[in-house]
């Protein structure tokens, strides 16, 4: 036979082997998961019942005197979230002023110039150096186990308010409620500079995803 007639049958061959190839039908079937969802779960701290990003003045003291310590501000955290999260808490700022002048801060500021007090105000230059922020301390207890009393392994001190210490609480579990007892105490070698003086601060509380530093 031609050598060309059997290299078109063998070209013919292939094609007709590749076209029946092309029509050959699997069985098959495919099952469709569908309205699947990832939803991002919840970090939400709610303090004293009140949660809107800045909430109530947790200590409004008007009379600490030197030495004195005020005690038991009952702070109440609660994990409304639906994740349990780790409880902090910082002082993030504390400003010093002036406040209400009497007639012996006025003299303590002016080295005792007699002249510096006239009568009804100060007229004399004072010391701008005080800082009452620096003679407050912050302790703290905190429920740990959600009894509902002071737990005395979960004590401690923040320091004073102008070092604007920070403390990790505890693992604050999901629906939970746990009490932080604040107590606050002026430093008994406060002089009488620091009279009238007020410490004006701001307490972060935070609720952070486990794990996370």
Known sequence: ???????????IAA??????GGTIAYFNDVETSTGNTITAGTIDLSVNGQNGG?????ITEGDIKPGETKESVVVNLTNSGNNDGLA?????????????????ECLAENSGDENAWNGTSCV??????????????????YDANGNGVKDAGESGTLGTLASKGSLNLDVLPTGVD???????????????????DICTFAVDFTLKQLGIP
């Open 1 to 11: 036979m031609n050598k060309k007639i059997l290299l078109s049958l063998s070209v």
């Open 124 to 141: 004399g230059t004072g010391d701008a150096g005080e800082n009452i922020c620096s003679k407050i301390t912050l302790t703290y207890t």
């Open 54 to 58: 800045t909430i109530s003045p947790i």
């Open 178 to 196: 746990r009490k932080v007892w604040i107590d606050y105490t002026l430093d008994s070698n406060a002089t009488n500079k620091f009279q009238g």
């Open 88 to 104: 902090d808490l910082h002082v993030t700022s504390a400003v010093h002023s002036e406040g209400a002048t009497s007639e012996p």
């Open 15 to 20: 094609v007709a082997t590749i076209a029946v």
